[in-house]
Every structure is written in C-alpha cells, then in structure tokens.
C-alpha cells in the first residue's frame, strides 16, 4: 500500500527563519501532491497543490517542490512568523488504475513551532 | 454554497450501539473520503467514493459500512461500536487535481 512519510514531527525555528518541511512517499505514482496546514481542533486547509509534471509552486511564502524521481516533495516557508505555527500535512492522489485508482493518503504531518 | 457539512459535531456512544455520521458536499464533486483522527496522529483513510454508486474501503474499514446513493451524500455508518472508535471523524470531497475541502469534523466517544 502507499506509504508516505513526513520527516520530523516536530520542528521548532526561529522568527524570520525559512522551514523546509519533507513529504516521501513510496508504491503509487501520484497524479499530484499537495500541502495542508491543520490547527488543533480544525480540519485540514488547503495551501498548495503540485503536480507531477511540475518541478516547483510558489504562492506568497510559499514554496513547493517535487522531485518524482526522488519521490519527494520538500515544503518551504520563508520569513515564517510565529502565526505559521501549525501542523503541516501532505497528501497525494493516486494516479494508479485499478482499485486503488482515486485514493487519497495523508502523511502522520509535521508540527511546526516558530518562536518570536 | 455551504462545501462539505458534518452532523453531528459531538457524540458519545456506549459500546455496542450504532450510529450514522451525516455528510454532505454541495460543490458536485466526485470523490468523496471518510477519515479518522486520533490524538496526536495523522489521518486515516476509511472508506472512500469516486462516484454516486461507487464505494471502496481505504487503511482502517473495519467496523465501518459507507453508501453512496447520491452525489452529495455519503453517511459512515458504525455498528457495535467499540472504545477503539472513539475518535474525530472527518469527512471530505475533491474533483480531480483539486484542493480537498473538510468538514468541520464530528468528535465521537465510546464509553
């Protein structure tokens, strides 16, 4: 089955810092990638979506990559400020035909906390 | 256009009874998920649909039955509910190469 693995989960940096977030995965081919900023209690928000055929998204501080070969997604955000405090979770969309055609997994995430 | 509702928000069941969780999705999507959350953990795909009439079971289906008779609805249904259940519940919808819309989640406890 698809296994997807956020390394860290936890990150802790400074105000004003960039975070470089990491997404594995491994099995499935994804159709595309994407990234989601979960707060305690809440569902998961979207925040940027990257597709296979794309090396990089950018969407204000944003940064996304994805390396298919690699099988990696790496997740930035510049000049983060204590508000980007969240847990950050990729997903991805199977592209494999058959039963498996149309699911979705999410990684475990990673808990990020700026600090002023 | 309201996206993906969720009822109920909170319930607490005793083991052994049954209950369904409502969603519903306003947006014509075709792909509609149930995932559970438990502390501290990542979400887990329970069942899913990539169409009206089509259903199939993700990591975790186990004590769980799903339908889809129309577009918009898709009830998770648990029967004998069990301690292991208790959990937060959310569902989700999506087209294709899409953002995922959640709802709001509903917070269940087996006692």
């Known amino acids: 089955s698809q296994k997807i693995e956020q390394n860290s989960e936890a990150l802790n940096i400074q105000e004003g810092k960039t975070a470089t977030l990491t997404c594995n995965y491994t099995?499935?081919?994804?159709?595309?990638l994407q990234w989601y900023r979960q707060d305690p209690g809440r569902g998961p928000v979207f925040l940027l979506l990257?597709?296979?055929?794309?090396k990089e998204k950018r969407k204000e501080r944003l940064k996304v990559t994805f390396d298919t070969t690699l099988k990696q997604s790496l997740f930035h955000i510049t000049a983060s400020q204590p508000a980007d405090s969240a847990t950050y979770l990729c997903?991805?969309?199977?592209?494999?035909?058959?039963?498996?055609?149309?699911?979705?997994?999410f990684g475990r995430g990673t808990q990020l906390t700026v600090w002023p | 256009n309201a996206g993906v509702t969720q009822t109920p928000k909170f319930r607490i069941l005793k083991i052994g009874q049954s209950m369904t969780l409502q969603c519903a999705q306003d947006?014509?999507?075709?792909?509609m998920y149930w995932y559970r959350q438990d502390p501290g953990m990542g979400l887990k795909l329970i069942y899913y649909?990539?169409?009206?009439?089509?259903?199939d079971k993700g990591e975790v289906p186990n004590g769980y039955n799903v339908s889809r008779s129309t577009t918009e609805d898709f009830p998770l249904r648990l029967e004998l509910a069990a301690p292991s259940q208790t959990s937060v519940y959310f569902c989700?919808?999506?087209?294709?190469?899409?953002?995922?819309?959640f709802g709001p989640g509903t917070r269940l406890t087996v006692t």
């Open positions: 990257i597709r296979e055929n794309e």
């Open positions: 649909s990539v169409g009206a009439g089509i259903t």
């Open positions: 989700a919808s999506t087209g294709w190469a899409a953002p995922i819309y």
């Open positions: 099995n499935y081919s994804p159709a595309y």
């Open positions: 947006m014509n999507h075709n792909y």
């Open positions: 997903a991805l969309h199977t592209a494999d035909r058959g039963s498996t055609l149309g699911r979705l997994y």
